[in-house]
């Protein structure tokens, strides 16, 4: 999740609850209706709060829970939110852990609307993956290895893939059963390396 590169909060301090989380609110009926437990109120960067987005609202919810919070939180904002509320529920996933093992401190009950609010959090997640500045090391290490595309494992039965690079050497004969033979559980036989597990298999020359 992209959360680490946001920019840090430029506006006024804020006052905040600081440690919205379900057993911190009061329900009735499947409506909050009270919030609880001020002892980590501070004024600060208001996507501490809006963390709880994720964290208390079912599916679907959070985008049109801040939608209608005002004043709008901008994108740095809620990229921030997302870290804080990523950093809760792995806290309480950890909490309702050890109270499922009976350890010291642990609650069990915490677990479940932590795996909820992970799951939300990964389900609404932006994946973009960085790409190095041209020119840089790591382009030109990534335009290097993309001349030559990644090996693919072909099913048995199949037609078998031949690929060259530029070179000319064949790359599927000399990297695939090198490959199968590194793993427990293979078997080689005449030039065919096969797996028992999966049914796949790759023929070298």
């Not at 002892?39 to 709880?52: I, K, N, Q, R, S």
């Amino acid at each position: 999740m992209p959360t680490a590169s946001a920019p840090d909060w430029a506006g006024p301090a804020l006052w905040l609850h600081g440690d919205l989380h379900p057993a911190n609110i009061l329900t009735a009926d499947g409506t909050i209706c009270g919030v609880i437990d001020f002892g980590d109120l501070f004024a600060g960067d208001p996507a501490c709060d809006l963390a709880a987005a994720w964290i208390l609202l079912p599916d679907g919810a959070a985008d049109r829970f801040h939608a209608a919070y005002q004043p709008a939180p901008d994108a740095a904002t809620l990229r921030r939110a997302r870290g804080w509320a990523a950093g809760r529920a792995l806290s309480r996933i950890l909490i309702g852990d050890a109270g499922v093992r009976g350890r010291p401190g642990g609650k069990a009950t915490w677990g479940p609307p932590a795996h909820a609010a992970l799951r939300r959090l990964i389900a609404t997640a932006e994946l973009r993956p960085r790409v190095p500045p041209r020119g840089s090391p790591r382009h030109r290490r990534r335009a290097s290895r993309s001349a030559v595309r990644p090996l693919r494992i072909q099913p048995a039965n199949s037609r078998r893939m031949t690929r060259v690079d530029p070179s000319g050497t064949d790359l599927a004969a000399q990297s695939t059963t090198a490959m199968y033979s590194s793993c427990s559980g293979i078997r080689t036989h005449n030039g065919v390396a096969s797996s028992p597990l999966n049914g796949t298999s790759a023929t070298a020359a």
